[in-house]
Nanobody, 124 residues
């Protein structure tokens, strides 16, 4: 059974940091593009960051650029999202996803495997 399991969320004050992890099991995603999306209450899921399957190229949504860093440890089958200088508007449920393609992609429809989501709450 293919699973992506997120961890590391929680409550943090504005300006603080969190590191989200997404551990994969059931198959290898070492050559897959992977990414993070988030969904705030009453909104649709939105792209946050992505990383390619080969070469580890990265891309970020403008509002998180310079604050968030996506990375992966292929030996541990784990994707990370380091979030610094957090703002209340970063509050959302964060999801990790894996695409079939090796390419970096920002499109929700390109992701075929998803984690269950994890809450991140940033207080002001």
């Amino acid at each position: 059974q293919v699973q992506l399991v997120e961890s590391g969320g929680g409550l943090v004050q504005a300006g603080g940091s969190l590191r989200l992890s997404c551990e994969a099991s059931g198959r290898s995603f070492s050559s897959s593009g992977m990414g993070w999306f988030r969904q705030a209450p009453g909104t649709e899921a939105a792209f946050v960051a992505a990383i390619s399957g080969i070469g580890d190229s990265t891309f970020y949504e403008n509002s998180v650029k310079g604050r968030f860093t996506i990375s992966r440890d292929k030996a541990k089958h784990t994707l990370y999202l380091q979030m610094n200088s957090l703002k209340p508007e970063d509050t959302a449920v964060y999801f990790c996803g894996a695409a079939e393609s090796v390419l970096l992609t920002t499109a929700l429809a390109e992701y075929f495997y998803w984690g269950q989501g994890i809450q991140v709450t940033v207080s002001s």
